[in-house]
């Protein structure tokens, strides 16, 4: 397996640990409880720092250059490069509820907990297509010198919640999840 896509499977296991939390959190506030806001939101400030930043465009030149070796996953290409704008949207949507929310109660629980649900079960949708079909197809025809110029394109940054340092912003959600 190439090593890109290895580390692209290792931050989708990360972010499913994320989408866990905040499902439970979403289903404290749908059952009237008060959810933890500030956690929510480090998970939420993690995903776009990270995921919508490196995870999704690392992505998404893999998808175009599986499409110029095989025009036949253009559908699948096309609709999984679309995914990454739309869950982008629907995490933004999420947060700025969120914050609204922690800031002033009267934020409708209901918009509250379903633009949270949206955002949760888009991810896990869009984490599995990409697991199922395009990581493996891309590891079969990419050649190394491909993988290479992807990796060069984005570079890597330390992921600053699961990487060996992590950081100050997020040593509460990390202790969390370090169990
Ligand atoms: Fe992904």
Same mark, same amino acid.
């Given at each position: 397996?190439?090593?890109?896509?290895?580390?692209? /499977?290792?931050?989708?296991?990360n972010?499913?640990? !994320? !989408? &866990?939390?905040?499902?439970? &959190?979403?289903?404290?506030?749908?059952?009237?409880?008060? %959810?933890? =806001? %500030?956690?929510?939101?480090?998970? #939420? @400030?993690?995903?776009?720092? =990270? +995921?919508?930043r490196?995870h999704h %465009?690392?992505?998404?030149?893999?998808?175009?250059? !599986?499409l110029?070796r095989? %025009?036949?996953? @253009?559908? &699948?290409?096309?609709?999984?490069?679309?995914?990454?704008?739309?869950? $982008?949207?629907? $995490?933004?949507?999420?947060? +700025?509820?969120?914050?609204?929310?922690?800031?002033d109660?009267?934020?409708?629980? &209901? @918009?509250? *907990? *379903?633009?949270? *649900?949206?955002?949760?079960? *888009?991810? @896990?949708?869009? #984490?599995?297509?990409?697991?199922?079909?395009?990581?493996?197809?891309?590891?079969?025809l990419l050649?190394?010198k491909e993988?290479?110029?992807?990796?060069?394109?984005?570079?890597?940054?330390?992921?600053?919640?699961?990487?060996?340092? /992590? +950081?100050?912003? =997020?040593?509460?959600? =990390?202790?969390?999840?370090? $169990?």
């Open positions: 397996m190439s090593h890109v896509i290895a580390a692209l /499977t290792r931050d989708h296991a972010i499913s640990k !994320l !989408l &866990e939390i905040l499902e439970s &959190e979403i289903l404290a506030i749908t059952v009237g409880k008060t %959810p933890d =806001y %500030p956690l929510m939101q480090d998970i #939420m @400030r993690y995903l776009s720092q =990270y +995921s919508d490196f %465009p690392k992505e998404d030149l893999i998808f175009a250059q !599986l110029r095989d %025009p036949d996953v @253009r559908i &699948e290409v096309e609709e999984l490069i679309e995914e990454h704008v739309l869950i $982008g949207l629907a $995490g933004r949507e999420f947060s +700025s509820l969120l914050h609204a929310s922690s800031v109660s009267v934020v409708l629980r &209901e @918009r509250l *907990s *379903s633009a949270g *649900s949206n955002f949760v079960r *888009s991810q @896990r949708e869009h #984490m599995s297509k990409e697991e199922n079909k395009l990581f493996p197809l891309a590891g079969q050649s190394e993988w290479q110029i992807i990796d060069g394109a984005i570079g890597s940054i330390d992921d600053p919640l699961f990487d060996e340092m /992590t +950081s100050d912003d =997020y040593q509460r959600l =990390y202790r969390l999840i370090a $169990g």
